[in-house]
């Protein structure tokens, strides 16, 4: 079955640090790939997406690039800011059926000092 | 007005009862969907439903049942509630385009079973 395995956490960075949190995943497909991010006390909202292939998705300062030789979806910025504390989730979606559900990954808590 | 909306928001409850969380979006979409969070495991895919007469167990349906009483609502119920079903839940809505489908979710609702 499908599945996705992020780095633990918490990572704990000083503002403007540069962040990365890994992102690997196991489909049985050719999946779509997403990060959702949860801000305390908040549902997840989607932070950005890629559907094929060396696609990058940016949004927020934040990237990440599909790369389906590794199997992976690294989540990087370059200058976190406190406001950036929140878990986040990689996920993927198996869409060779059409009726496709979400497999997330167990979150990484990203908490940034002033 | 938020899009995707959950009742109650907080619930404590005893061992056996029964229980109903209820979902409400206004994005005119027709897949919905009930997850649980649970510290370290990430989401879990409860029940999902593609349209009003279709409904799907997902990973861990055991102990829940679900109702699509319209295309907007979608209500997940606990017939006889026990402690290990204390978690917060989200529902969440997407309108099925494919490789780029995109969920949204509500705002969760924290319940404890004493």
């Known amino acids: 079955g499908d599945s996705v395995t992020q780095m633990e956490g918490p990572v704990t960075l000083s503002e403007e640090a540069f962040l990365t949190i890994n992102c690997t995943y196991t489909?049985?497909?050719?999946?779509?790939l997403f990060w959702y991010v949860q801000y305390p006390g908040e549902g997840l909202q989607l932070l950005l997406k890629a559907t094929k292939a060396d696609d990058k998705g940016s949004n927020k300062g934040f990237e990440a690039t599909y790369r389906k030789e590794t199997t992976s979806f690294h989540l990087e910025k370059g200058s976190v800011q406190v406001s950036d504390s929140a878990v986040y989730f990689c996920?993927?979606?198996?869409?060779?059926?059409?009726?496709?559900?979400?497999?997330f990954g167990k979150g990484t808590m990203l908490l940034v000092s002033p | 007005d938020a899009d995707v909306t959950q009742t109650p928001r907080n619930r404590i409850t005893k061992t056996g009862k029964r229980i109903m969380l209820e979902c409400s979006q206004t994005k005119g979409h027709d897949r919905m969907y009930w997850y649980r969070q649970d510290p370290g495991l990430g989401l879990r895919l409860i029940y999902y439903?593609?349209?009003?007469?279709?409904?799907n167990k997902g990973e861990i349906s055991d102990g829940y049942s679900v109702s699509r009483q319209a295309q907007a609502k979608f209500s997940l119920s606990l017939e006889s509630a026990i402690p290990n079903q204390t978690a917060l839940y989200f529902c969440?809505?997407?309108?099925?385009?494919?490789?780029?489908?995109?969920?949204?979710f509500g705002p969760g609702t924290r319940l404890t079973v004493l």
């Open positions: 439903s593609f349209d009003v007469k279709d409904i």
């Open positions: 969440a809505t997407s309108d099925g385009t494919g490789r780029t489908d995109t969920q949204y």
């Open positions: 489909a049985t497909g050719y999946p779509s």
């Open positions: 996920a993927l979606s198996d869409n060779d059926s059409g009726y496709s559900t979400l497999t």
